[in-house]
C-alpha cells in the first residue's frame, strides 16, 4: 500500500470522527460556561484561598465530563447519525469495485437517504436514555424535582403532591430539549414543504398576493402566537415559566406586583367589585404610596379599578402612559442590546465608522422590545376601559369579566406583533426561539415515567428530520441552529 493511499485512509478517518469531536466540544461549552459564569460569581462573593477558588473552579471544568452528561450527548447522536452512512458508504464502494454491487445510482443515493434517517433516529433513540439515566427525585410534600441535567430547567418543573408511602417514578428531565427539536422539525417540514408548493405554483405562473405575503408573515405570527401564551403564562401560571425568564420578563415588565395580583385574584374569583370579600387590603397600600383617592383599592367601592393606577404614577392619560412605558424600555433595552452587538461584532470592525451597523441592529432591537411593553399596557387600557365597553355592553361584558381575564387577554394577543419592528432573518430567530418556551407552559414539565415513550418516540423522530436535513439539505435548515448544526456535520 502506497504513501498516498495510507494519507488518504488516514484523512478520512480522522474526517469522520471530526463531527464527534465537534459536537462534544459544542455541548461542553453550551453546559459549562453557565456553570463557570456562576461559579466565577460565588468565588468572588466569599472569602476562599486561592486553592480553594482552583479546586471550585477545577470541579466546575469536571462538572459536565461524564458519560450521563450533554457533551457526550452530543457526541453520540452526532457520531451515530454520520458514521453508520460512512461506513454504509466505504462498503457500498468496495462492493462496487469487486463488481458485486447491484445498486444502481438512484438505489445507492435512495438507501443512502434512509440509512442517513435510520441511523440519526436510532442515534437518537439510545442517546436520549443516556440523558435520562438518572432518575428524578421529589422532595418533601411540595414535590419539587432535583437532578436535573445540563438541557433542561429541572429546577422550574411543576411540583407534584406526593401519596403518602408512595413511590411513583417521573420523567421529563429532557423536556426542553425535545421541544425544542420538535419545534425544529415542524419549521423544517413546514419550510420543505411552502417550497414544493412554491415550484409548483411558479411552473404554473399562479402565484398570488397571499402566497407572496405568507412567508414575510408566517414567522410574526408564530412569534405573535408564542408570545401570547408566554405572557399569559406570566400572569396566571408563572410556575410554569423558569424561574429566571419570568424574572427577566418583570425586569422588563415593571409592575407593581399587587396590581399582577390583583388580576390572578380576579381570575380566582377573590377579587369581586361590588362586594366586600376583604380584598380592599391589597391595593389600598399602593393608594397610599401614589397620593390616590383609599377608595380607589377597594373593589367594593370602585367599578372598575382606574386606569390611572395600572400606569403607576404616569397619569390617567392612556396614551400618554404608552409613551412612558415605550421611552423607559427603550432606555432600558439600550443599555444591553447595543454594547451586546457591539461585542458580537467586534471582530469585523475595523473603524469607527463600522460601529454604525451594530448601533443601528441595537437601536432596532430596543425598539422591538419597547414596542412590545408599550403595545401590551395600551391594548390592555383599550380593552378594560376605552374601547371594550363601548363596544359590549356592561351587561354582556362586566367589568370583572375584562380584569379577570379578557383585558389581559387582549394584551397578550396584540403585543406580539411588535415583532414586526425587527426584519425579517430577526423576526425567524426569535420565533424560533420563543416557540418551545411557549409549548412547554403547555405541556407538563414532569410526568409519569410510563409515559415516557412518547417523549422518547417525538425526540427521536424529530432528530432523525433534523440530522437527516443538515447532511442532504442544509441550507433548509433556518437560523442560527441551522449554522451552527452544518459546521458541525458538514
Known sequence: MDSATIARRHYSSIRVLRPILRAYALGYLSSTTPKIITCLRRIRGHDLSLGEKLKELSRTLASTIRLDAFPTFCALLAGGSTVFPFLFFRCLMHLKRRRCSTFSPLNAATSMRLLRVASAFLSAWFSFNLLNRRPIRILGACGQSQGASEPSNAADQDKIQLEPHSHPQFAGRTMDLTLFSLTRAADLMVCMGWAQWQQWRQSRNQRTLAERVAPNLADSGMFATSAAIVMWAWFYMPERLPKSYGKWIGEVAQVDGRLVEALRRARRGNF????DTGQ??????????YDWPMEWGDPSQTIPIPCEMVHMGSGPSCEKHAVSRFARTFKFACATYIPLQVVLRLRSMKSVASLRQPISAGLRSSAFLASFVSLFYYSVCLARTRVGPKIF?????????????????????????SI??????????????????AAATVLPRIYDKQYQYRERIAFSISAAILLTCLQEQPEMVRGVFGRIGRSVLM
Open 280 to 289: 380592599a387590603s391589597l391595593l389600598q397600600p399602593m393608594c397610599e404610596d
Open 420 to 437: 414586526l419592528v425587527e426584519n425579517a432573518r430577526k423576526r425567524q430567530e426569535i420565533a424560533l426561539f420563543v416557540a418551545p418556551r
Open 393 to 417: 355592553g356592561r351587561d354582556t361584558v362586566t367589568p370583572l369579566m375584562w380584569d379577570s381575564g379578557l383585558c389581559v387577554g387582549a394584551g397578550c394577543l396584540m403585543c406580539g406583533w
Open 272 to 275: 369581586v367589585y361590588g362586594k
